[in-house]
């Protein structure tokens, strides 16, 4: 039985540690996700939060047919979509791309990155969430293929599409802004 599987069968039987290790074991992916697709820190941990909370209330249901991580993927894209229906302008919002700047570098180097980093997030952004949401769960999280089907519940050969689209739309906004950065 796998750690998750552990986990669930704590909360089930009454335990509410079960559910409080995995809120720590994905905290953070969860919080990268949704920040990835929306770009707001403010929203991002009320989506985040909503996340759990669906997953608290449907743990119960869960029929561990599949991996807990893919079913609890899934809850977040389709919170951080919802959200996106809601909200009219979220094309031109910025997205987040965590990058962390190795301490041997000269000083100037971290204000380029932070600037490449700021350009990256804009072209992003700009990606229709369809193709968005494919590029973060593969080049952000480092889903597979497989699991990233699993979690947009389409085929593998739609997948690679849409990553394939994602980074064609990505290099065209980051060519277009003349920074040549690609």
Same mark, same amino acid.
């Given at each position: 039985?796998?750690?998750?599987? %552990? &986990?669930?069968?704590?909360?089930? /039987? ?15 992916? /969860?919080?990268?996700?949704? &920040?990835?697709?929306? @770009? ?6 009320? =989506? ?6 669906? %997953? &608290?209330?449907?743990? @119960? ?11 609890? &993927? !899934? $809850?977040?894209?389709?919170? +951080? *979509?919802?959200?996106?229906?809601? !909200? ?6 910025? =997205?987040? $791309? ?5 301490? @041997?570098?000269?000083?100037?180097? /971290? ?11 804009? /072209? ?6 369809? *193709? ?9 999280? @480092?889903?597979?293929? =497989?699991? $990233? ?13 849409? =990553?394939?689209? +994602? ?16």
């Amino acid at each position: 039985m796998n750690e998750d599987a %552990v &986990y669930i069968e704590q909360f089930i /039987a009454g335990e509410q540690q079960g559910f409080e290790m995995l809120v720590r074991k994905y905290q953070d992916r /969860a919080l990268n996700i949704v &920040y990835s697709l929306i @770009g707001n820190d403010r929203e991002t941990e009320d =989506i985040t939060q909503e996340s759990f909370l669906k %997953v &608290y209330h449907n743990l @119960g249901s869960f029929k561990q047919n599949s991996q807990f991580s893919t079913w609890f &993927y !899934r $809850i977040i894209v389709n919170t +951080a *979509y919802d959200f996106l229906r809601r !909200r009219k302008n979220f094309v031109n919002d910025e =997205i987040a $791309i965590e990058k962390s700047v190795s301490t @041997g570098e000269r000083p100037g180097d /971290a204000l380029l990155i932070k600037e490449r980093d700021a350009m990256v997030r804009i /072209a992003l952004a700009g990606i229709p969430i369809k *193709y968005r949401t494919a590029l973060v769960l593969k080049d952000v999280e @480092g889903l597979s293929y =497989i699991e $990233i089907s699993r979690i947009l519940r389409c085929s593998l050969g739609t997948v690679e599409s849409k =990553i394939f689209r +994602a980074r064609q739309f990505l290099r065209g906004k980051l060519l277009n802004s003349g920074e040549g950065l690609l």
